[in-house]
């Protein structure tokens, strides 16, 4: 049996600053019904002022080094999927890396927005079962308060912060039932225009323009981008499981990306799973983006809803577009 990649241990942090819908219908024309009704999100957490993303990700990444029983000196890779980094240049890895004292990892980011956590999880597959890394680390984090326009209802009832690690490593004789089985990742780059942020970048670099047009804020579609994103993960769950050989009864949890309930919920039904077997934190966490799994993956392995020898479904969609799945045996 070829070796496998296996989740040695994972973390995650959320922010103290709770953000309720009731706060919101302050700032914005809303309501708590509606975001309730229209997206499952009842409350959220925002960063403090003084934080940065490179902070949630050190607060995460410790606890999946201490799960994982790792010192970050046994790190040699360490990949942060954000699209909200700490600045354009360098990666938040580095700075990451700085902050853990992971002094023997290679450090990069990954822009892979909502996916970004199952694009790490390939690279991270791939780097261990060739034999090139045999720990990586990696981390999804997102401030996307500070990216978040508070004047566009259509957004900032959604959008939240927080980070979540799982620390990676090639599975020994005794435990190659365990471990990543698949992962798959795909993008369609025509549909970039569903979701954006416009400004910052070489396109509309940051100016009094960018500033006055509120150009350095999240667009999004978000009526398209529900449609495409239900279409398209239906296809890939049923997929996933089919290229495995499995079907929807042997999952012990499906972990979605936390982006809207009805979206969780048409994917669930599509293949024929209960909620019971779904993982839900996003009443409380909101859309953290690249954060989303791994923060819930970490809240589920903690809550023992997963546990050895358990398989597991994880599934993203995101700006990109961007999608992918990861199955994975606990
Ligand atoms: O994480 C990455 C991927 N992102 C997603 O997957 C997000 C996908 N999209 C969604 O989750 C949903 O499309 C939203 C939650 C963003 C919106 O829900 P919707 O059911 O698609 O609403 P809609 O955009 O079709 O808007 C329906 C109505 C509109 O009013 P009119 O034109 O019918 O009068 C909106 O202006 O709801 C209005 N609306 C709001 N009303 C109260 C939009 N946002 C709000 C709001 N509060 N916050």
């Known amino acids: 049996m070829?070796?496998?990649t296996l989740i040695a241990g994972t973390g995650s942090y959320l922010p103290e600053r709770v953000l309720t819908n009731r706060e919101l219908e302050s700032m914005v024309d809303t309501s708590d019904e509606w975001i309730q009704e229209r997206t499952g999100i009842r409350e959220r957490r925002m960063a403090a002022p003084h934080e940065v993303t490179s902070d949630?990700?050190?607060?995460?990444?410790?606890?999946?080094?201490?799960?994982?029983?790792?010192?970050?000196?046994?790190?040699t890779a360490l990949i942060v999927a954000t699209i909200s980094p700490d600045m354009p240049m360098p990666a938040t890895a580095c700075l990451l890396q700085a902050k853990l004292g992971a002094t023997r990892a290679a450090a990069f980011d990954i822009s892979a927005a909502c996916s970004g956590f199952i694009y790490g999880l390939q690279i991270?597959?791939?780097?261990?079962?060739?034999?090139?890394?045999?720990r990586v680390l990696v981390v999804g984090a997102e401030i996307l308060s500070r990216v978040t326009d508070w004047q566009d209802r259509?957004?900032?009832?959604?959008?939240?912060?927080?980070a979540g690690a799982a620390a990676l490593r090639a599975s020994g004789p005794e435990e190659n039932e365990r471990g990543i089985r698949s992962v798959s990742i795909r993008s369609d780059g025509n549909l970039w225009d569903l979701l954006y942020i416009p400004g910052g970048g070489t396109q509309a670099p940051q100016s009094e323009r960018v500033v006055a047009e509120r150009?350095?804020?999240?667009?999004?579609?978000?009526?398209?981008?529900?449609?495409v994103a239900v279409r398209t993960l239906e296809m890939l769950v049923v997929e996933t499981l089919r290229d495995n050989g499995m079907e929807a009864a042997d999952l012990a949890l499906l972990i979605p990306h936390q982006a809207n309930?009805?979206?969780?919920?048409?994917?669930?039904?599509?293949l024929g799973l209960s909620m019971d077997k779904v993982m839900i934190n996003?009443?409380?966490?909101g859309n953290?983006?690249?954060?989303?799994?791994?923060?819930?993956?970490?809240?589920?392995?903690?809550?023992?809803?997963?546990?050895?020898?358990?398989?597991?479904?994880?599934?993203?969609?995101?700006?990109?577009?961007?999608?992918g799945s990861a199955l994975v045996t606990i």
């Open 124 to 134: 991270a597959d791939g780097f261990i079962r060739s034999g090139i890394h045999e």
């Open 2 to 4: 070829p070796r496998r």
């Open 215 to 227: 150009l350095q804020f999240i667009k999004m579609k978000g009526n398209e981008t529900f449609r």
């Open 288 to 323: 953290t983006s690249g954060a989303s799994i791994p923060i819930a993956l970490d809240q589920a392995v903690r809550a023992g809803r997963v546990a050895p020898g358990d398989h597991v479904l994880l599934e993203a969609f995101g700006a990109g577009l961007t999608w």
């Open 261 to 270: 309930i009805r979206i969780i919920q048409a994917t669930a039904e599509r």
């Open 282 to 285: 996003l009443d409380l966490v």
């Open 56 to 75: 949630l990700a050190l607060a995460a990444s410790r606890q999946a080094l201490e799960a994982a029983g790792w010192g970050p000196e046994d790190i």
């Open 154 to 162: 259509t957004t900032c009832v959604l959008f939240a912060d927080g």
